[in-house]
C-alpha cells in the first residue's frame, strides 16, 4: 500500500507525531496529490504498529492528553527497502470513468458522442491550465513541481484520447449500435423459445 510506504519514509529521518507526520507528507508531495485524512493516517499507523514496522512510546503532556510518537523499526527499515526497489506495475486493467461515459453516449448515437467528447476536451484543457498556474507557485519545490508534471503529461495524453475518439466516433457509436441489434435479436430470440 504506498500511503503505508510513504508514512515509512517519512519515519526514515526520525521519529516523529502523526500530525506531524501528516504536515510533513502535505509539504512535501504537494496540493496535486490531496489532503491526507488524518483519521486513515492513524488507521496506517495502527496497521504499521500491529505488522511491527513502527513502534510506539506515550509522551505525557500536562494541559493535553498524551501525544504518541512513532519511530520505525528494522522490520520497517527493511520493508521500505523492498517497497523502494520494487517496480510499480497496473495490477489490473486500464480503469477511466471517461470510458463509461464513452459506453453510455455511444448507445446514444454520434452526436451526444460528440457532446461527451467537447465538454471532456474542455475539462482537461481547464486542467492544463491550472497545472500550468500549480507549478508556476510551486517552483522552489521540485518533487512537488515532478508531480505536476506528471499530472500534466497524464492530461496531455487524455486530449491525445479524445482526439483518437474523435476521430472513431462514428465507428465507436455503429459498433455500439451493432451490438445492440444482435443483443435485441438474442433476446427476442430467448423469449420465443419459452413462449
Do not use: C
Not at 14 to 39: C, D, H, K, M
Not at 86 to 113: E, H, I
Not at 121 to 149: G, M, N
Request: hydrophobic letters at 40%; glycine letters at 6%; a positive charge.
Amino acid at each position: 500500500m504506498p500511503i503505508q510506504h510513504a508514512v515509512l519514509a517519512l519515519l526514515s529521518r526520525g521519529e516523529s507525531y502523526g500530525y506531524v507526520l501528516r504536515s510533513e507528507f502535505e509539504a512535501t508531495i504537494g496540493p496535486q496529490w490531496g489532503s491526507l485524512n488524518i483519521g486513515h493516517l492513524y488507521q496506517v499507523l495502527d496497521r504499521l504498529v500491529r505488522d511491527g514496522l513502527v513502534t510506539t512510546t506515550r509522551v505525557e503532556q500536562t494541559s493535553r492528553p498524551d501525544r504518541i510518537l512513532y519511530r520505525l523499526t528494522d522490520a520497517g527499515r527493511r520493508e521500505l527497502e523492498v517497497w523502494l526497489t520494487t517496480p510499480f506495475v497496473r495490477q489490473s486493467g486500464y480503469r477511466d470513468d471517461f470510458f463509461l461515459k464513452l459506453l453510455a453516449a455511444s448507445r446514444l448515437g454520434r452526436k451526444p458522442l460528440a457532446q461527451v467528447l467537447d465538454v471532456q476536451r474542455q475539462a482537461y484543457l481547464d486542467e492544463l491550465k491550472t497545472l500550468a498556474d500549480l507549478r508556476d507557485s510551486h517552483a522552489e519545490q521540485p518533487l512537488v513541481r515532478l508531480l505536476i508534471d506528471a499530472a500534466t503529461l497524464h492530461t496531455e495524453a487524455n486530449l491525445q484520447v479524445i482526439d483518437l475518439a474523435h476521430e472513431q466516433r462514428t465507428e465507436i457509436a455503429q459498433a455500439q449500435r451493432g451490438r445492440e441489434t444482435a443483443e435485441h435479436r438474442l433476446g427476442e430470440s430467448a423469449r420465443r423459445k419459452r413462449a
